[in-house]
């Protein structure tokens, strides 16, 4: 069966500090890979997904960006931390077909800039 | 017009009741269509997925879809505490990417 591991699980960070946030999935090849926020009492913003190793698209604009060195592999980067890059920052991954899937979300890290 | 919009809620229900969570969408062109759970502080579940009008059920819960109208529901029968929560809808678009609405939050009161 598939798994999600998303680490770490909490993270307090100072504002203008790097961020390296990772995410694997196991048991599946090729899987559509998502990077959401979310903003506390809001709803989900998608900020970049990838449908193979190399191959980012970004949803919004911001300080933020991705990596995908290995098929399973999803990395969300960040130079330097803003107060409002705070939230709950959520990987998924999907299969890809005609119809679509569902994404299956890993457990989620709670940043928060100080 | 929002892609996919839900009531915010809340929506309080009695225990045992039955609870009816509501979904439209702007695309005509959706393909399938998709319920998640999220507790407060957790990641979103995913509970139920639809892709043909009329009814799918499993177990308490039953997903409606109506292309024609553009809507997607829930119901959720014999309410339990437990199933306080926020509940999102999800509706794919091109690429297999999905569009979420903004969550109904659930509350059932014992």
């Known amino acids: 069966s598939q798994t999600i591991h998303q680490w770490p699980a909490t993270l307090v960070q100072p504002v203008g500090s790097p961020l390296s946030l990772e995410c694997t999935v196991e048991g599946t090849s090729n899987p559509n890979l998502y990077w959401y926020r979310q903003a506390a009492g809001r709803g989900l913003q998608l900020l970049f997904y990838?449908?193979?190793?190399?191959?980012i698209s970004s949803e919004v604009p911001q300080n933020l960006s991705a990596s995908r060195p290995q098929d399973r592999q999803f990395i969300l980067s960040s130079k330097k931390l803003l107060l409002s890059d705070s939230g709950f920052y959520l990987c998924?991954?999907?299969?890809?077909?005609?119809?679509?899937?569902?994404?299956?979300f890993g457990s989620g890290t709670r940043l928060t800039v100080v | 017009q929002k892609e996919v919009e839900q009531n915010s809620g809340p929506l309080s229900v009695p225990e045992g009741a039955i609870a009816s969570l509501n979904c439209t969408y702007s695309d005509r062109g959706s393909q399938s269509f998709f319920w998640y759970r999220q507790y407060s502080g957790k990641s979103p579940e995913l509970i139920m997925s639809i892709y043909s009008n009329g009814d799918k059920e499993d177990g308490r819960f039953t997903a409606q879809l109506n292309k024609a109208s553009q809507y997607v529901s829930l119901l959720i029968r014999d309410s339990q505490p437990s199933d306080s929560a926020t509940y999102l809808c999800a509706v794919n678009r091109a690429g297999n990417m999905l569009t979420f609405g903004g969550g109904t939050r659930l509350m059932v009161k014992p």
């Open positions: 990838s449908v193979g190793i190399g191959q």
């Open positions: 998924a991954w999907s299969l890809t077909g005609p119809l679509g899937y569902g994404y299956t």
